[in-house]
């Protein structure tokens, strides 16, 4: 099968890969089924997991190969990989200005952005949103770099940054469900809505 994977068009790769991290994000969204209720330890825990594991796929999937490509070109290693994530954290920083969001756990009333009469559920949509649009481009650059030839970036770590991505969507989908069955909308509708965040 990995074969099969590897002798694909890199765009059917990207694609694959970003429906893998949308069946964990879904799966995660299906746990509604099996209970309703955040138990907010179980959720934080999970939570962790998934940042540290996020944190590990970036530096050892990205920034990584990224310092040393930039270093075989005569460049100081560092600039090229510091601007990529400097300029990646002000196009956030602009999202999180310019879209009206609730974090996942907070009150109606700490929502960020600017001021909105949506409602509870569309916000938190909101935020999650906007923090997936930045593994869908991880995943997306990773293959194509792959797709280049580059020395530094084999198949291998872009499956392995996709893995680490998806293992990350398997709390959040459940984190943006539950919120919303908890709300009353019914456990197939919040399920749905967690899991179409990925398309």
């Known amino acids: 099968m990995l074969t099969h994977f590897a002798g694909l068009n890199p765009v059917h790769q990207a694609l694959l890969a970003g429906l893998f991290t949308w069946g964990l994000t879904a ?4 746990g509604v089924f099996l209970s309703r209720e955040m138990n907010r ?4 825990a999970m939570l962790g997991f998934a940042a540290g594991v996020m944190i590990a796929a970036s530096f050892w999937s990205l920034l990584l190969p990224a ?3 930039s270093g075989s070109t005569g460049l100081q290693a560092c600039i090229p990989a510091a601007v990529g994530f400097i300029a990646g954290g002000v196009f ?4 999180d200005a310019l879209l009206p969001h609730l974090h996942p756990g907070y009150p109606l009333r700490e929502a960020e952005g600017p001021g909105s009469s949506l409602r509870r559920t569309t916000l938190l949509v909101i935020a999650i949103t906007m923090h997936n649009i930045p593994e869908g481009l991880a995943v997306g650059v990773t293959f194509g770099a792959v797709a280049t030839g580059l020395s530094y970036e084999t ?3 872009a499956i392995a940054l996709t893995v680490g991505i998806g293992l990350q969507n398997f709390p959040e989908g459940f984190a943006v469900s539950a919120p919303l069955a908890g709300k009353g909308i019914p456990v197939s509708g919040a399920s749905g809505t967690a899991s179409s965040l990925r398309l």
Do not use: I, Y
């Open 27 to 30: 799966l995660g969204a299906g």
């Open 155 to 157: 198949l291998g770590a």
């Open 41 to 44: 330890r179980r959720l934080d």
């Open 67 to 69: 310092l040393e490509l």
């Open 92 to 95: 956030l920083r602009g999202l």
